[in-house]
T-cell receptor, first 114, second 110 residues
């Protein structure tokens, strides 16, 4: 299996622009998670899906962030409009089951907002 | 306040030596505790997951312990290797919360 796939690996954009991050989970995994990692705040859980349905989005920082999972093999995290403080590494992870199952992380997308 | 505190912040050891990383938490209710290894520039990799009833779990040279009464966990690395140089992150889940520690940065020197 190829593991969790994320694209792009690096994104540089200007403040105010829309940014879309993409994730393909491991086939057969029912849970998908989006995380953000910064030097100041460390890792944070933004949102997670079960069978394509958002279960907990309490970690999404504000309305500028939105996430969708239109099917079992694809998810997007969108930031509109982007701000410099959104600069971070965004990870996608997937797992077979919920809280007690192993989560497999993708390589991350490094986002820089100028 | 739900918190996860890791110590030390960073650690330098010689190759072949053992070391122990600490994780103290105040998260309540408690569901499970995870240890991750994160190499620079890469995503975290799961080492162990422990639920309330588990005291010890091993993964090769990595052994995690959990004391749910004192809300403490440790990660012991045996016979360290250069490839163990990484950040080790403790994560506690409970209720609808996922709380991350700031991590311990381990450097293994030849």
């Amino acid at each position: 299996d190829a593991g969790v796939i994320q694209s792009p690996r690096h994104e540089v954009t200007e403040m105010g622009q829309e940014v879309t991050l993409r994730c393909k989970p491991i086939s057969g995994h029912d849970y998908l998670f989006w995380y953000r990692q910064t030097m100041m705040r460390g890792l944070e859980l933004l949102i997670y899906f079960n069978n394509n349905v958002p279960i907990d989005d309490s970690g999404m920082p504000e309305d500028r962030f939105s996430a969708k999972m239109p099917n079992a093999s694809f998810s997007t995290l969108k930031i509109q409009p982007s701000e410099p403080r959104d600069s971070a590494v965004y990870f996608c992870a997937s797992s077979l089951g919920p809280r007690t199952d192993t989560q497999y992380f993708g390589p991350g997308t490094r986002l820089t907002v100028l | 306040k739900n918190q996860v505190e890791q110590s030390p912040q960073s650690l330098i050891i010689l190759e072949g030596k053992n070391c122990t990383l600490q994780c103290n938490y105040t998260v309540s209710p408690f569901s499970n505790l995870r240890w991750y290894k994160q190499d620079t520039g890469r995503g975290p990799v799961s080492l162990t997951i422990m639920t309330f009833s588990e005291n010890t779990k091993s993964n090769g040279r990595y052994t995690a312990t959990l004391d749910a009464d004192t809300k403490q966990s440790s990660l012991h690395i045996t016979a360290s290797q250069l490839s163990d140089s990484a950040s080790y992150i403790c994560v506690v889940e409970g209720g609808f919360k996922t709380i991350f520690g700031a991590g311990t940065r381990l450097f293994v020197k030849a």
